[in-house]
């Protein structure tokens, strides 16, 4: 994902998410204009399709196929770093939080309890940013993943718009 794409994310870390949503909205968007029009191409074609019918009816499944396989790559692509770089932190920060929790449980004195759940809030808000890290890597991902899904959709919509409402059927 190019920082361009999202760039209030660096100043609003829902950001990220309303991106994603916005794509994914585009791509609903398109999809139905795309699913009305080539319904209503091959109900126009009917039993014996024109040639050029046949080769949009044919390239429906192709490109979902070249659309999801990129989609599969992307997310594979943009998956890897994202989960190496926030596993080990995680993990750090769940030991570290669990430690100081049963430190908690463990305490003798009112003064000990009260130190030790100082601690273990401290150590919880430390690790918080490691939480808006994994959500923003998520929000990554599933932008990275979503992008050829929602490229062939608005790319249909746009050449279905003008010449396909009408069926090439003579």
Do not use: Y
């Not at 909205?25 to 191409?41: K, P």
């Not at 601690?119 to 959500?135: I, K, Y």
């Amino acid at each position: 994902m190019k920082s361009t794409d999202l760039p209030a994310a660096m100043f609003f870390p829902i950001g990220l998410w309303l991106g994603v949503a916005s794509k994914t909205q585009e791509m609903l968007l398109a999809s139905s204009q795309v699913i009305a029009t080539r319904s209503a191409r091959i109900a126009a074609a009917g039993p014996l399709p024109s040639a050029a019918d046949q080769r949009e009816f044919a390239l429906m499944g192709s490109e979902k196929l070249d659309a999801f396989s990129q989609s599969a790559a992307a997310l594979g692509r943009a998956w890897t770093p994202a989960v190496q770089a926030l596993n080990s932190q995680a993990l750090q920060g769940w030991f570290a939080i669990m430690n100081n929790a049963f430190a908690l449980a463990g305490s003798r004195t009112p003064a000990q309890a009260m130190r030790r759940h100082k601690t273990l809030v401290s150590t919880v808000m430390r690790r918080a940013p490691t939480l808006q890290r994994a959500s923003d890597a998520a929000a990554r991902v599933t932008h990275s993943a979503l992008a050829p899904v929602h490229r062939t959709a608005t790319a249909n919509a746009r050449r279905l718009g003008s010449t396909g409402k009408k069926s090439t059927r003579r």
